[in-house]
């Protein structure tokens, strides 16, 4: 599938939105052929650095490993199921950690939440800049944990990304899966509105 059939993946929404949203999907075909520069790659880190969260905190570590490399390998050997298929095609993956206490031990409830937005917020500028990531929650987390020795981080997702590949050089069912039409639920069912 190449970048331009990519937007035809748009989603059918029910009111305008960005197109930095409307057209973002997780792909698992990633090209393995090429790279992502330093200054895209570091403006997706700083749009995960400047979004919102609680108190200020910042609760979130990454580990930011290009494909070739020993940390890159490492986070392969930890995912799970079918991860292990396509996301080595991937040009980063990015293990996203949040800090879940503090430095006295204290819980800092929002963590993963704030987390989540950050992620969200590398997505989308990841996107506006021509890359596909896609947000696996399939790998080991203490396995990672131990390997970058994150202390009282703890990992809660891993993201590929990189350049759409060819949807066939998956195998299947993950090609079926890369072309199916994007679904999601109505949003008067998924948000209560009250007048």
Do not use: C
């Not at 029910?14 to 949203?21: G, I, K, T, V, Y």
């Not at 090209?31 to 609680?54: K, N, Q």
């Not at 095609?89 to 949040?98: F, T």
């Amino acid at each position: 599938m190449s970048l331009a059939e990519s937007t035809l993946r748009s989603a059918d929404t029910s009111a305008p939105l960005l197109p930095a949203l409307a057209d973002r999907w997780s792909p698992r075909a990633f090209d393995p052929s090429i790279g992502i520069d330093d200054l895209t790659l570091r403006s997706a880190l700083e749009a995960a650095r400047w979004s919102p969260s609680a108190g200020n905190t910042q609760p979130w570590r990454f580990i930011v490993a290009r494909r070739g490399s020993e940390a890159f390998n490492t986070i392969v050997e930890r995912l799970a199921g079918f991860n292990t298929v396509w996301a080595a095609s991937a040009a980063v993956l990015i293990v996203a950690a949040a800090e879940v206490v503090d430095e006295e031990g204290k819980e800092l409830r929002w963590a993963t939440y704030d987390l989540g937005q950050a992620v969200a917020h590398l997505t989308i500028q990841a996107h506006h800049d021509g890359l596909h990531a896609h947000q696996m929650g399939g790998f080991d987390a203490e396995a990672l944990r131990e390997a970058f020795d994150l202390g009282r981080y703890v990992p809660v997702s891993v993201t590929a990304l990189g350049t759409l590949g060819d949807a066939d050089a998956l195998p299947e069912p993950l090609r079926t899966r890369e072309s199916a039409p994007r679904t999601r639920r109505p949003l008067d069912e998924i948000a209560v509105v009250h007048a």
